[in-house]
């Protein structure tokens, strides 16, 4: 797992207008990663480097940050209906990188930035504070009116898109209707306001004659392929566990039927009851989805995080290390069994804890929640200095380099030099020092 390289960078080169957190999810994340991965192959684009991930926006937007990067509000998801529709602004997306749109892009964010802006700034994403709901939460800021002229396609290049984001569909035996169907709930805004608008209109100007377009090269390929039952699975759970999330939990539960007992609607169940609060009835839910699906680690992680958050913290480090033990390579897994182990805070379970964090950012450098419970860790055994580079990571991460710059010099005077945190504190310092410059 990364995050865009380009993220930060696009932070701070558009200021912060206004706050959107990035959601983490360690099941919505997989989800969108199955769904892209067959678009991604038929693009040519290697899926291992690529991250498809999630700003919690109730708008409809999606665009891409660099050639590694797709964001998507998640407005756009919970109004979608069906995979293929998702997968048609996904194929789209990355027509844009394969069309090569985002040379021009770059070059002038450079040029705006300068080449001290590289380095260690173009090696994180500009993470903020924790979504109580979501879990942890990336900010970006963006002004607007500079958002529009920096992910802003032209005509030509969204007709191109189109028809390669078709292609990449067809040849990869999803229907290439979701795409015209997306478009279609756009028709009509060219009418309105600009401020009334949905924002992909604003970067993805629409007409009459690419939707015609568009339509005729969805039916060059043939009608509507066959509904792909894994790729509708994994949307199912992407959209339901958004929408508990992010909604009132009343209407969650007024949505989901009383007598359906889907895997879908107990996971859904389970996080309105939980958010209500209600435990009892959230880990009720969990249980009766737990014995259906005893191996999925995603069903562990949750209840992991909803006993977590209840204040029952041995049995949520029990759940977190079975989540792990199923997928141990994931690290917002990682960082939630590190969690809950520090909430046990004992001797034993915080040297487990430090062992964990330090895997989950050896393969995920770009969690500040992670990196806050790294630097607890650290200190409750005694490394000091280590819980410094932490921390100046976490806080370099949040934008706030000045505040980063302080423990990284504290660092400075207790990791030996050239040891690698000694290295991670000094990069910080050069890069709050060219920020300064600038």
């Given at each position: 797992?990364r995050l865009?390289?380009?993220?930060?960078?696009l932070?701070?080169?558009l200021?912060?207008?206004?706050s959107?957190s990035?959601?983490r999810?360690?099941?919505?994340?997989?989800a969108?990663?199955?769904?892209?991965?067959?678009?991604?192959?038929a693009?040519?684009?290697?899926?291992?480097?690529?991250d498809i991930l999630?700003?919690?926006?109730?708008?409809?937007?999606?665009f891409?940050?660099?050639?590694?990067?797709?964001m998507?509000?998640?407005?756009?998801?919970?109004?979608l209906d069906?995979?293929?529709e998702l997968?048609?602004?996904i194929?789209?997306?990355?027509?844009?990188?394969?069309?090569?749109?985002l040379?021009?892009?770059?070059?002038?964010l450079?040029?705006?930035?300068?080449?001290a802006?590289?380095?260690?700034?173009?090696?994180?994403?500009?993470?903020a504070?924790?979504?109580a709901?979501?879990?942890?939460?990336?900010?970006?800021?963006t002004?607007?009116?500079?958002?529009?002229?920096?992910?802003?396609h032209?005509r030509?290049?969204?007709?191109s898109a189109?028809?390669?984001g078709?292609r990449?569909?067809?040849?990869?035996?999803v229907?290439?209707?979701?795409m015209?169907?997306?478009?279609?709930r756009f028709?009509?805004?060219?009418?309105?306001?600009?401020?009334?608008?949905?924002?992909y209109l604003?970067?993805?100007?629409?007409?009459?004659?690419?939707?015609?377009?568009?339509?005729?090269?969805?039916?060059?390929y043939g009608?509507?392929a066959?509904q792909?039952?894994?790729?509708?699975?994994?949307?199912?759970?992407a959209?339901?566990k958004?929408g508990?999330?992010?909604?009132?939990?009343?209407?969650?539960?007024?949505?989901?039927?009383?007598?359906?007992g889907?895997?879908?609607a107990?996971m859904?169940r389970?996080v309105?009851?939980?958010?209500?609060?209600?435990t009892?009835?959230?880990?009720a839910e969990?249980?009766?989805?737990?014995?259906?699906?005893?191996n999925d680690?995603y069903?562990q992680?949750l209840k992991?995080?909803?006993l977590?958050?209840?204040?029952?913290?041995?049995?949520?480090?029990?759940?977190y290390?079975r989540?792990?033990?199923?997928?141990?390579?994931?690290?917002?897994?990682?960082?939630?069994?590190g969690?809950?182990l520090?909430a046990?805070d004992?001797?034993?379970?915080n040297r487990?804890?430090?062992?964990?964090l330090?895997?989950a950012?050896?393969r995920?450098?770009?969690d500040?929640?992670?990196?806050?419970?790294?630097?607890l860790?650290?200190?409750?055994?005694?490394?000091?200095?280590?819980a410094?580079?932490?921390?100046?990571?976490?806080?370099?991460?949040?934008?706030?380099?000045?505040?980063a710059?302080v423990?990284?010099?504290?660092?400075?005077?207790?990791?030996p030099?050239?040891?690698?945190?000694?290295?991670?504190a000094?990069?910080?310092?050069?890069?709050?020092?060219q920020?300064?410059k600038?």
């Open positions: 797992m865009g390289l380009g993220a930060l960078l932070a701070l080169a200021g912060p207008a206004r959107q990035l959601i999810d360690a099941e919505i994340e997989h969108l990663r199955e769904l892209t991965r067959p678009i991604a192959n693009a040519g684009i290697n899926t291992d480097t690529l999630v700003i919690n926006d109730s708008s409809m937007n999606a891409v940050v660099d050639a590694q990067t797709v998507i509000h998640s407005g756009l998801i919970l109004r069906r995979a293929e997968q048609g602004v194929a789209h997306e990355l027509a844009h990188i394969t069309g090569g749109h040379t021009r892009r770059m070059a002038n450079r040029g705006a930035r300068g080449a802006a590289m380095g260690l700034l173009m090696s994180m994403a500009m993470v504070g924790g979504n709901e979501a879990g942890a939460g990336l900010a970006m800021g002004a607007s009116s500079a958002q529009r002229v920096f992910f802003g032209t030509a290049e969204e007709s189109d028809q390669a078709v990449f569909m067809a040849h990869a035996d229907d290439p209707q979701g015209v169907d997306v478009l279609d028709r009509g805004q060219e009418a309105l306001n600009v401020a009334r608008q949905d924002p604003r970067t993805h100007p629409l007409s009459a004659e690419r939707m015609r377009a568009l339509k005729g090269y969805a039916a060059a009608g509507r066959a792909d039952p894994h790729a509708a699975e994994w949307f199912a759970r959209k339901g958004l508990a999330f992010l909604q009132n939990p009343r209407h969650t539960l007024r949505q989901v039927d009383k007598g359906d889907s895997d879908i107990l859904r389970a309105a009851y939980h958010r209500m609060p209600d009892g009835r959230a880990l969990m249980n009766r989805l737990e014995t259906r699906r005893p680690p069903v992680e992991g995080q909803i977590l958050e209840s204040r029952q913290f041995a049995p949520a480090a029990q759940a290390g989540a792990v033990g199923l997928a141990p390579k994931e690290p917002l897994i990682l960082a939630g069994q969690r809950a520090l046990l004992t001797p034993a379970a487990q804890a430090l062992d964990v330090k895997r950012r050896v995920d450098p770009y500040p929640r992670m990196l806050r419970d790294l630097a860790a650290y200190a409750r055994a005694g490394d000091n200095g280590m410094s580079v932490a921390t100046a990571e976490r806080y370099a991460l949040m934008g706030r380099l000045d505040t710059s423990h990284a010099n504290r660092a400075l005077g207790l990791v030099r050239g040891a690698p945190g000694w290295l991670r000094q990069d910080i310092l050069a890069a709050a020092e920020a300064r600038r």
